[in-house]
């Protein structure tokens, strides 16, 4: 075994915690917060590891990396080699690393953490994913020979790329279609820079293509073209729906029509993708935030992305309003310390019940009602249920809705045998990634609603999976 020390001795290692920007520094710049471990922190860490014959941090992960694997190859200090065993199952190493909830995956299963804290997992795949790209020696893993079949992947998001790196090292010709003008779909337009920097994903995409991966973008399936015409005229022998959760939801009040008022998703892309943090160079529509007081409604990742982003956009305050308690909140633990720390403000167990506007249709304020707690409801919450009738007003001057999204609905609405759930969500058959309709598959969010981007890019590999041993059997549409 490559670890010098006993157990007890790695025992006594504390955590190595992550390096951070200054909370009053970063909260006016959209630099990204965590600064990642450098060599001697990860090998640190990684010592920590206790090579655990039965690796629960395996099975945990969706995409199944080799933990013990390349934590060990840290500790040897080969750093390549550890990047490229995790890329033999994770196509995204540099971005999980950053963005996956590992506390609930990977570092959730970790047995260190029935003692303490545990294995700091998801900080160890970024140091080596760093150091990777740094070094320009990326190890890609093998392709098979050409199998002269084609598969089109529509959405560019993690379910999507997932799958497009695994089916194209099998040995698939595999197209990836994108109906914006870039490549990356949740991870370009709706994690901001501070969390996610873009070329973070423009990098890995372009390992994709290397590996072969081509693909198109300003193409909207079930618009520009169809399902039937790609399974068609155009040749491709199967095809996968990683449309993703972009349809937003809304809290269905008066006043939600006001200007001032957005969806999670519009405000983060207009930010993301318009470039509106670059205001004058980039003129994009949004509401200037500067000065204003800015509400965010939810209280999930997105909220925290989003009342994060207004604070760096100017905002006076900016202020997250949950209608349940902090203990019940879906967002990262993560996410609400950095938030915290930035000045967001927290208003728990608080309901919105109206928007206000002046005569000229703005945003002047909101009308709350205090919550408390009853009885848990389907999601395992305890629901949330007004303390008492009486309500308040809260002046605020931009209000973005974080209350969760629906699948997108183009490509259902366009291909009629494709069958749906009540929500929009595609039905695949059961244990299976396969629709309704012959050679067409379906994962991620525009399954499963949204989720994380680990979950998603577990899909895109079972899709890929099932897609090849579908293609290996001769099966066409």
Known sequence: MPNPLSSKERLKIP?????????????????????????ALAKQEALRCLSCRNQHCFTACPVGVKVRDFVHLIVEGDYL?????IREDNVLPAVTGRVCPQEHQCEGACVLGKRGESLAIGYLERFVADYERQTGRVGLPARAPDTGRRVAIVGSGPAGLSCAGDLALRGHRVTVIEALHEIGGVLLYGIPEFRLPKDIVRDEVENLRRMGVEFQTNVVVGRTVTVDELLGEQGYHALFVATGAGLPLFLNIPGEHLCGVYSANEFLTRVNLMKAADFPAYDSPICDCRDRDVAVFGGGNTAMDAVRTALRLGARTATIIYRRSETEMPARAEEVHHARDEGVRFRMLTQPLEFLGNESGWLTGVRLQEMRLGEPDASGRRRPEPSSEASFDL????????????????????????????????????????????????????????????LAMGAGRQAAREIDAYLRAGETP
């Open 15 to 39: 955590r190595q915690p992550m390096p951070e920007r200054p909370a009053g520094e970063r909260a006016h710049c959209f630099s990204e917060v965590n600064l990642g471990l450098d060599a």
């Open 81 to 85: 080699a550890a990047a490229a065993k």
């Open 395 to 454: 002046p605020i001057q931009v209000a973005i809705i974080a209350i969760g999204n629906r699948g997108n609905p183009l490509v259902q609405a366009t291909t009629p045998d494709l069958a749906t759930t009540a929500k929009g969500y595609l039905v695949t058959q059961p244990g299976s990634l396969h629709t309704t309709r012959k050679g067409v598959f379906a994962g991620g969010d525009v399954v499963t609603g949204g989720a994380t981007v680990i």
